[in-house]
């Protein structure tokens, strides 16, 4: 069975793929772009626009975008799960994993 | 037309452009009538209307106390191939004289004219003589000589607003092929958003061009990350993150390959323009100063006017979530790599670079096909914003040296 392109590989040295649609846990997922395998089985729910591991990352490793270094794991993050706020941050900017994982907002600072 | 014989014909491409008796010609002859105070928008913006030209343009700095930024980008507006004439009014009293400005016309060969509000007595008189040199300039600038431009003639900016997910993965990828092809023709690129490349040192300090590029581009992204250091503020919003960015570096990334993948030929300050063809970024966050004048980007228009500055004939707006602002000077070419955003704004959004994201067409091709639009433009079709009417500008107080400041001005000779 031919399966639906869902998510886009940027470069061949990446371990992270971004989801054009949003993937369901369980969901094989197609990929395209510079992509090495043909899909991606997704381990959790995956939001349009978020990335999903392609491999097993180890806490502290790199996660690799474009090619490059986007970020650093802050917990083990399986093969085929969510990668963002809660599992990585940044290496630059501090306030990047006190943010709400969902939407982003500031939790470190109260406006009353 | 198979994507081979578009790319044969891409140094062949020409269109009939605007001559000027300095510098490059123009894409557009447009007459840009200038106020020099917030005193006197209202009737500079009245003339306009009366005129009822498209090509009749508002531009203006509304603060009253002098900014030798501010001023140095009227100038470059001035002095612009796009603009064929200039009206200052002034209201009096203000630092930036109306006359300097036009004086500053005169001497680059474009028809000019200066008013006074206090002295012309008041708004209606102003209003009937500013309207009554419009209209007999734009019958003059009908017999503006054409010329033959083609790509290698072209000065390009791009800048990114809106972003999403695809603006890093289609939008801005499209832009960098293009400004790849644009270079090789002999023409030039120029990208912004120092602030948006954090993280990326390394990879822009390798792509200059020569030693004295990496010296420069090595400061200007130390002093980008100095400012945001110390505000505690990276250029990524909580939209950026619930779309899924997750970090600066990834958005970084995202904007940064935009500027495509030729050498940097150094780094452009606000109202420079650059010395020759090639791709150059341009640094639009204040130098460190005793007021420490201004914030880096304050908004979209903001960051077009610095390229306009620079001598962009044409600026590419990059947008994942979509936006619906035009330029004054120079036509705005809105791209987005969203196709649902292209989709539900099409009025407003000029390219779709989204196919390139389902394997439907290559880079390669989609950046023929934005050449293809861009050709369109430059030869005289208006944009989409053109066409709605949008002529948006945004210059605020800022502090900027006119070349990479090694030495803080606060600083002084210690």
Request: hydrophobic share 35%.
């Amino acid at each position: 069975m031919e399966k639906e392109i869902k998510a886009f590989q940027i470069d061949l040295g990446d371990n992270v793929a971004t989801a054009l649609a949003g993937i369901k846990a369980g969901q094989e997922a197609g990929l395209t772009g510079d992509h090495g395998e043909e899909s991606i089985k997704a381990a959790t729910d995956i939001p349009a626009g978020h990335k999903i591991a392609l491999k097993d990352i180890g806490a502290g490793g790199h996660i690799v975008k474009y090619g490059v270094v986007i970020g650093r794991a802050t917990a083990d993050i399986p093969k085929g799960s969510w990668v963002h706020l809660h599992v990585m941050q940044s290496i630059y900017d501090e306030r990047s994993s006190h943010l709400d994982v969902r939407t982003g907002a500031p939790k470190d600072t109260k406006y009353e | 037309m198979s994507s081979e014989e578009k790319r044969m014909e891409l140094t062949e491409w020409s269109w009939q452009g605007y001559g000027r008796k300095h510098g490059a010609p123009g894409i557009r002859n447009r007459v840009l009538v200038i106020y020099t105070v917030k005193c006197s928008e209202f009737v500079a913006r009245r003339i306009v209307e009366e005129s009822g030209h498209p090509d009749v343009e508002l531009v203006g700095f509304d603060g009253c106390t002098d900014n030798q930024y501010a001023v140095d980008l009227l100038i470059s507006l001035i002095k612009h191939p796009n603009v064929g004439a200039v009206l200052t009014v002034g209201l009096g009293c203000e630092y930036i004289q109306p006359q300097w400005l036009a004086d500053v016309a005169v001497k680059e060969g474009k028809e000019a004219s200066w008013m006074s509000i206090q002295q012309e007595g008041g708004t209606k008189p102003t209003v009937t003589k500013g309207t009554a040199w419009v209209r007999e300039t734009l019958e003059r600038l009908k017999h503006t000589p054409r010329v033959r431009m083609g790509f290698k003639d072209l000065v390009i900016g791009a800048e990114c607003g809106g972003s999403d997910y695809t603006s890093g993965l289609a939008g801005n990828v499209v832009v960098g092929r293009f400004f790849d092809r644009l270079v090789d023709l002999g023409g030039c690129a120029i990208f912004e958003e120092i602030v948006e490349a954090i993280g990326l040192d390394g990879l822009l300090v390798g792509r200059a061009a020569d030693p004295e590029a990496a010296r420069e581009l090595r400061y200007t992204y130390d002093k980008a990350l100095d400012y945001c250091r110390s505000v505690r503020q990276y250029s990524v919003s909580p939209g950026n993150f619930a779309g899924g960015l997750s970090t600066i570096e990834e958005k970084s990334m995202g904007a940064v390959i935009k500027s495509g993948s030729r050498p940097i030929e150094g780094v452009l300050k606000v109202s420079v323009p650059p010395k020759h063809g090639g791709l150059w970024l341009l640094d639009s966050t204040p130098d460190p100063h005793f007021m420490q004048f201004g914030i880096t980007n304050p908004n979209d228009n903001e960051g077009l006017m610095d390229l306009i500055s620079c001598g962009a004939h044409i600026v590419f707006l990059v947008t994942g979530r979509g936006n619906v602002v035009g330029s004054a000077v120079a036509p705005c070419i809105k791209i987005t790599g969203n196709h649902e955003t292209f989709s539900r704004m099409e009025e407003d959004m000029d390219f779709d670079a989204s196919p390139i994201l389902y394997g439907g067409m290559s880079q390669k091709e989609m950046a023929l096909d934005l050449a293809a639009y861009v050709a369109g433009t430059a030869g005289g079709t208006p944009t989409k914003s053109e066409v709605l009417g949008h002529k948006e500008f945004y210059i605020p107080y800022k502090y900027q040296e006119k070349e990479v400041a090694y030495k803080r001005a606060c600083e002084g000779s210690v």
